[in-house]
């Protein structure tokens, strides 16, 4: 039976740190609420309805954390098609060789739709990806296992063979509940508690995705 491999996308595939601080740091400067950087540092990678309450108080209401939300994701999709982005290293040669060998691959993201699209178009990799799992999809973020799950079922293959790819330690715990193995890629942070860990995709090694 072909596998599967589950990617995350911001800082695993792309590097979008830089672009998501400057449309947080902008659009909460609007809002008269502004945000440190270790404060956006501090919450990167979480759903925006998670982020907002702990920069606008628990009284924020669905409606402002709402507006504020679509307004920072619009700019942020702005940045990329106006800047662009390209895939981390490794991460253009490892997708199309999965694809080559037949693995099925998903996008599974906390990240809205609209930003997983425009990615996948400015960077060039949408064609490697049979199904993409966001943010309008789950109720609950990462480390809840729902994102890789449904990734999984999309593609049409059982958790234990699929592989997920991840940059955060919440997104390794994700992939043990889902019943997955998990590569942590941890950039310049300490290591994962992922099934095999390296620092940069291009640290992988051939066999990294054949299972044992």
């Not at 996948?120 to 789950?138: H, K, M, N, R, W």
């Not at 590569?183 to 051939?206: F, R």
Request: hydrophobic residues 40%.
């Amino acid at each position: 039976m072909t596998g599967a491999v589950l990617w995350d996308m911001d800082g695993t595939l792309v590097d979008s740190e830089e672009f998501h601080w400057l449309s947080w740091r902008d659009t909460m400067a609007q809002e008269g609420v502004p945000v440190t950087r270790e404060q956006f540092l501090a919450t990167f990678g979480q759903r925006n309805d998670s982020i907002l309450p702990q920069w606008l108080g628990q009284d924020a209401t669905q409606e402002r954390i709402q507006r504020i939300g679509d307004a920072k994701e619009a700019l942020y999709r702005k940045l990329v098609r106006q800047r662009g982005l390209q895939p981390l290293p490794g991460a253009q040669e490892w997708v199309a060789r999965l694809h080559r060998e037949g693995w099925r691959q998903a996008i599974a993201s906390s990240a809205p739709r609209a930003n997983v699209e425009v990615v996948l178009e400015v960077t060039g990799l949408g064609s490697y990806f049979q199904a993409i799992v966001s943010a309008e999809d789950v109720t609950a973020g990462k480390p809840d296992p729902q994102v890789f799950q449904k990734a999984a079922k999309r593609l049409g293959i059982p958790p234990a063979r699929c592989i997920v790819v991840e940059d955060a330690a919440a997104g390794v715990e994700a992939a043990r509940r889902a019943g997955m193995r998990s590569i942590g890629v941890s950039g310049k942070g300490s290591p994962l508690p992922a099934d095999l860990a390296v620092q940069s995709l291009t640290d992988l090694p051939q066999n990294a995705f054949l299972y044992n």
